[in-house]
């Protein structure tokens, strides 16, 4: 069965601690792993897109990689404007179905 | 540029009552779908197009009612609302069929129901 786990749950730092999410996957085939920003009542915002192993992506204090098992979003020197849930998906080969892990809420304090 | 465009914002039903769920997209994409976000089980796919004509379910299907009769609409039909519908509607769209590798989904703001 496709599984997506993101972990922690729930994540607070100080502004300027850096750190890293972690999504862990499981499935038959992966096409291509996504990473969302979603802030309070709205929809979630792209940021990137993975498609293979060793393969990485940056934008502003944002870093994602990935392996054959798992992708992390590292954060550097955060600001509080970092907080937000991050939300990661994987879409597989053999269909138009993405999977959603459950999400990081990530609170930065000043 | 709009984007992905969901109305309403906030809607309560009671248990019984049927509504549409509405989602206009303006990116001329082939692609959209609705998920539900509830809390601790992330989102999960209902049903989706990938074209006009072309609907197919996904996840979470049951109580939901699709249809695409245009490229930039794909409303979400509620025909007898339950309580465990009582969650957070997203509309998402994207590019289809993919040019080259995958293109990301574009999501709008969400529908806020709570059945009673």
């Known amino acids: 069965e496709d599984q997506v786990t993101q972990s922690p749950e729930a994540l607070r730092l100080q502004e300027g601690e850096s750190s890293s999410l972690n999504c862990s996957y499981t499935?038959?085939?992966?096409?291509?792993l996504f990473w969302y920003r979603q802030d309070p009542g709205k929809g979630p915002e792209f940021l990137f897109t993975?498609?293979?192993a060793g393969e990485e992506k940056e934008k502003e204090r944002l870093k994602a990689t990935l392996t054959k098992k798992e992708s992390f979003l590292h954060i550097t020197a955060p600001k509080p404007e970092d907080s937000a849930t991050y939300l990661c998906a994987v879409q597989t080969n053999t269909g138009n179905q993405f999977y959603f892990g459950t999400g990081t809420s990530l609170t930065v304090i000043p | 540029n709009a984007g992905v465009t969901q109305t309403p914002k906030f809607q309560v039903l009671k248990t019984g009552q049927s509504m549409t769920l509405q989602c206009a997209q303006d990116m001329n994409h082939e692609y959209m779908s609705w998920y539900r976000q509830d809390p601790g089980m992330g989102l999960r796919l209902i049903h989706y197009s990938v074209g006009a004509g072309i609907t197919d379910q996904g996840e979470v299907p049951n109580g939901y009612n699709v249809s695409r009769s245009t490229t930039e609409d794909f409303p979400l039909r509620l025909l007898s609302a339950a309580p465990s519908q009582t969650s957070v509607y997203f509309c998402?769209?994207?590019?289809?069929?993919?040019?080259?590798?995958?293109?990301?989904?574009?999501f709008g703001n969400g529908t806020r129901l709570t059945v009673t």
């Open positions: 993975l498609y293979s």
């Open positions: 499935v038959s085939g992966l096409r291509g």
């Open positions: 998402a769209s994207r590019t289809y069929p993919d040019s080259s590798y995958n293109s990301p989904l574009h």
